[in-house]
């Protein structure tokens, strides 16, 4: 629990990543998923999407996020949860600017904050690409997690070089004042290493809880992983 700046006492985690393609949506979808078979409630927005195809709106990524909650991927569920959807699959900032368009770092918190504020269940707001993504020349998503005050869940793979980017990422957040609540390890394809061990090597260098997600067989993982949120 932590409260906002406006007074409100609510629950929220902000899942970002080490990088683009981690897992966020994978991760997300499966705490939602995991919740509603408990007495937890759960909800999601993801403010931020590029490469998104109006023409395939069963494909993004939010509408992955809008099944898992038990809902249609429909244009208006989509808009409600992320208003910022540009079409090619770039970072926000670039994406942005190929539409002549440029995002408001302000009216992003706002929203994010806003939607924190009414919404009944814990609320998770899934970020864009990883934690040093620009989202404008200034600011990057590990500053819109910071303006928030809300701590993060940080997704990361197995693959090679997961340690030294977890740690990287993990460093950044910290030096914007954002606590990580879990470290998620989002098994990656043809890892060189278990999970296992990834997991405990970086307990060697985090102070933070990690979970693993197996690629296959990963329902008890999640669940697990709601628990303890």
């Known amino acids: 629990m932590h409260q906002s700046r406006k007074g409100w006492s609510m629950s929220c985690y902000f899942v970002t990543a080490t990088g683009t393609d981690i897992g966020k949506t994978y991760v997300t979808s499966g705490i939602l998923r995991a ?3 408990s ?4 909800a999601a927005i993801k403010p931020l999407l590029s490469g998104f195809d109006p023409e395939q709106l069963g494909g993004s990524d939010t509408a992955v ?3 898992a909650m038990g809902k249609q991927p429909t244009l208006a569920n989509i808009a409600a949860i992320t208003p910022w959807r540009y ?3 770039l970072s926000p900032d670039i994406a942005a600017a190929r539409e002549n368009r440029r995002i408001d770092f302000n009216a992003l918190v706002d929203f994010c904050e806003a939607a924190i504020a009414a919404s009944p269940e814990t609320l998770l707001i ?3 690409g990883g934690v040093a993504v620009p989202l404008d020349q200034s ?3 590990a500053d819109w997690i910071s303006a928030l005050r809300v701590p993060a869940i940080l997704v990361a ?3 090679l070089g997961t340690i030294s980017h977890t740690i990287t990422a993990a460093e950044t957040l910290a030096t914007r004042g954002v606590a990580i609540t879990a470290i998620v390890l989002s098994e990656s394809v043809d890892a060189p290493m278990a999970p296992k061990e990834t997991a ?3 307990k060697h260098y985090l102070p933070i809880p990690v979970h693993i997600i197996p690629r296959d067989v990963n329902e008890a993982s999640f669940r697990l992983l709601v628990a303890a949120l």
Do not use: I, K
């Not at 007495?39 to 759960?42: D, G, K, M």
């Open 157 to 159: 793979g197995t693959y």
């Open 139 to 141: 600011h990057l998503v």
């Open 65 to 67: 996020l809008l099944a």
């Open 39 to 42: 007495s937890r409630r759960f």
């Open 126 to 128: 899934e970020g864009v």
């Open 87 to 89: 079409l090619a699959p």
């Open 200 to 202: 405990e090597s970086l």
């Open 35 to 37: 919740a509603r078979e």
